[in-house]
């Protein structure tokens, strides 16, 4: 059985989908050595072969997956006893290189393995069957895409945090991103705690261990930080400052300002018009 889907002129953007399919190979079936112009997954449903790249052989089998990367000399074979079956998908785009990283790919690690369930079998199975759609199949493919990569990259970020203290860094990560998506909001500590899961009390102990500040404090100071740098345009108001880091009383704003920067926000102002060139 072979199945392909292929797209004509794809766009240049973050993603572009090149070509979709699957195959059941015959007992030795090769490609190359020879490159390609675009990345390319190919992911095994049954069966064994190899895949060389930079001078390293990869024996591959059911659950196994490889990347080929562009203008890269490659060769795969199926195995001659126990030929491989297998779907494939092809893409390129701005952010392509950088999904694939985060995924675990690269040209020096080209191999992964996922054996956990059916789920990217599926996905290509989605991909070949919107061939019979008539007007949107592109952009129903390029979700499907989406899709496939974003499964690869939950499975592989997780390990990388599978350790205890890659693991607390994470949490502190999510909480800083939080911190900046949501500064100008009333946001709390407890609602930082909740979005990530988490204890209010053990949020502080990790807080206090990697910054050697408390959530509440790294807050404060992030706001204000932000604040100092609203500063330099003079078309705000001290008042609208306020609100944008998320402090709708301006005399509460200045004081907490005043006692992180010791000194006001107009007194701090002003520094900087005289420090203009």
């Known amino acids: ?46 069966g064994k072969g190899i895949y060389q790249v930079n001078d390293k052989l990869y024996n591959l089998e059911k659950g196994d997956g490889f990347l080929i990367c562009p203008n890269t000399v490659i060769y795969y074979e199926a195995d001659k006893n126990d030929p491989w079956s297998y779907a494939w998908v092809g893409f390129h785009g701005l952010k392509s290189e950088m999904y694939l990283k985060r995924a675990g790919l690269t040209l020096e690690n080209p191999i992964f393995r996922y054996d956990r369930d059916d789920f990217l079998k599926e996905c290509f199975m989605k991909m070949i069957d919107t061939r019979h759609m008539a007007n949107a199949s592109e952009i129903r493919l390029l979700g499907y895409l989406y899709i496939f990569l974003s499964q690869l990259i939950e499975v592989f970020e997780s390990k990388k945090i599978s350790d205890s203290n890659n693991l607390k860094e994470e949490y502190v990560r999510k909480a800083i991103e939080f911190v900046a998506m949501n500064y100008h909001r009333k946001i709390t500590v407890a609602e930082i705690s909740n979005h990530i899961g988490l ?8 807080f206090t261990e990697f910054l050697n500040t408390s959530p509440q404090k790294f807050l404060i100071e992030y706001r204000i930080e932000k604040a100092c740098e ?23 704003f200045s004081k907490i300002f005043k006692k992180i920067k010791e000194t006001s926000p107009r007194e701090y102002r002003k520094a900087l018009v005289n420090r203009a060139p």
């Open 199 to 206: 204890d209010r009390s053990y949020l502080y102990s990790l």
């Open 1 to 46: 059985m072979l199945e392909k889907i292929y797209i004509n002129n794809p766009s240049h953007t973050d993603l572009n989908m090149y070509r979709c399919g699957m195959e059941d190979c015959l007992p030795g079936h090769s490609w190359g050595p020879a490159v390609r112009d675009h990345f390319i997954i190919h992911y095994i449903f049954k």
């Open 230 to 252: 609203l500063m330099k345009n003079n078309n705000l108001s001290i008042g609208a400052i306020a609100r944008s880091v998320g402090y709708d009383d301006p005399l509460l």
